[in-house]
Nanobody
């Protein structure tokens, strides 16, 4: 069993930055992928970024966040972070940390992830 807890959300002005963290507890299989998704009101949950937990350091990004967001991991601390820069109001959403073994690459399908955090709200004002 894997438990995920996100932190770091909040209110920021457009153009600003936020850093989200996700702490994982429990045994994380080395083959797992750790991802960030987001869900805005009235919209489906959407892929943001992902990183292989232990098998190399491959990263994946949604086109909408590429060059603005950076995903990273600290295996010794069981933590993955999402550095978000140049935020826009369109980035406003609840952000979720996820863990699992999605088969496709890039690992964008939320159904490929078995474990989810409770989410953290990110609000970007114009």
């Amino acid at each position: 069993q894997v438990q995920l807890v996100e932190s770091g959300g909040g209110l920021v002005q457009a153009g600003g930055s936020l850093r989200l963290s996700c702490v994982a507890s429990g045994r994380i299989p080395s083959t797992y992928v750790m991802g960030w998704f987001r869900q805005a009101p009235g919209k489906e949950r959407a892929f943001v970024a992902a990183i292989n937990w232990n098998a190399g350091s491959s990263t994946f990004y949604a086109d909408s966040v590429k060059d603005r967001f950076t995903i990273s991991r600290v295996i010794a601390k069981n933590t993955i972070d999402l550095q978000m820069n140049s935020l826009t109001p369109e980035d406003t959403a609840v952000y979720y940390c996820a863990a699992g073994a999605p088969r496709e690459r890039p690992p964008m399908n939320p159904y490929g992830y078995a474990y989810w955090g409770q989410g953290t709200q990110v609000t970007v004002s114009s």
